[in-house]
């Protein structure tokens, strides 16, 4: 008996410590700014927890800068046209340009919001971040 409270104690902690470990949005990201970027896709993260895109940023000197956006569920952005494979599929080089809300820190980072294709078709995270 006692040990099948010790396991479900233990099970519980373990299952809080999971709850903590996930960060809040707004501790990371900057809601009240954002960021704007013409870049061209360089990669995708489908893995959970947070699924990313990053992008390639030529920067007015000449050098290039990696940022990275995080993103909703795959669901979810399927759901708004951001897929990785398939007919309307992002792909690796092409050119977009993604609004997203900065990190607090200046890190290359953000929270996507959209991301615009180069043909003018939107794609939307909003709610999804």
């Known amino acids: 008996m006692i040990a099948r409270h010790v396991i479900v104690l233990a099970a519980f902690g373990l299952a809080s410590l999971a709850a ?3 960060h809040s949005i707004a501790a990371v990201y900057d809601s009240s700014r954002q960021q704007r ?3 061209v896709v360089a990669e995708f993260q489908f893995v959970n927890p947070h699924r ?3 992008v390639t940023v030529k920067n007015k000197d000449g050098t290039t800068t990696d940022w990275t956006f995080t993103t909703g569920s795959a669901t979810a952005l399927a759901q708004r046209g951001i897929t990785k494979v398939g007919p309307n599929a992002l792909k690796i080089g092409e050119e977009v340009t993604v609004t997203g ?5 200046g ?3 953000a929270g ?11 794609l939307g995270n909003e709610g999804g971040n």
């Open 20 to 22: 903590q470990a996930h």
């Open 37 to 39: 970027l013409e870049a």
């Open 52 to 54: 990313s895109i990053t």
């Open 101 to 105: 809300t900065p990190a607090w820190n």
């Open 107 to 109: 890190a290359p980072l």
């Open 112 to 122: 996507l919001k959209t991301l615009k294709r180069a043909d003018g078709t939107v």
